[in-house]
């Protein structure tokens, strides 16, 4: 049996994009897919570079069927990665649309009990983020957008995070799950009676 891989799907947000194309550039097994924003946020940013340099292999939304979702069906990865997500992409999710790349593959995730772990853009009543040319912005989420978040929170399967540090730390403690997973498949454990 092949290994399994990541997925990880950025939305058109530049919303810690830099820092999420920095943890994907520390990643093994990992396939990316752009949303159609996602493609026109990384030219607009300057990160067509940084993202070419993670060495991974980048899918694009080209088609109206999403049909590298069939890739979950196959077994091919063990966790789906969404980072940045948009306020969109987050309300989508939460209600059940599957009309996007992204969108589609969460459902598809959510269908195949794979783990999702979603850093979501709009998670506190104020923040800064970055805009294009290094400008920082300052953003007022509304309280649909917080309420999107509060109700992806309770999908099984499903982590969100509000941070880098605990997209960070849940990729890595997925990762080690899924190692730990791997070592004992097929490893009959001995039982002794005394």
Known sequence: MRAQRLA???TGSGHYLRESLAILQTLQEVDIYLSRAAAEIIQQYGFQAALEAT?????????AS???????????????????ATSNTIAKMAYGFSDSLVTNLFAQAGKTRIQSIVFACDTAPELESEAPRDNVVKVYPRQIDLDNVAQLK???????????????????????????LHLHQGVQVEHTHD
């Open 55 to 63: 060495g991974h292999k980048v899918y694009q939304d080209k088609t």
């Open 66 to 84: 999403s049909v590298p979702v069939e890739r979950f069906y196959e077994g091919v990865y063990h966790t789906l990665v969404i980072s940045p």
């Open 8 to 10: 990880w799907a950025i």
């Open 154 to 180: 309770r999908f099984a399967d499903t982590t969100v995070v509000e941070d880098m540090a605990g997209l960070q730390h849940a990729i890595m403690a997925r990762l080690a799950a899924v190692h730990e």
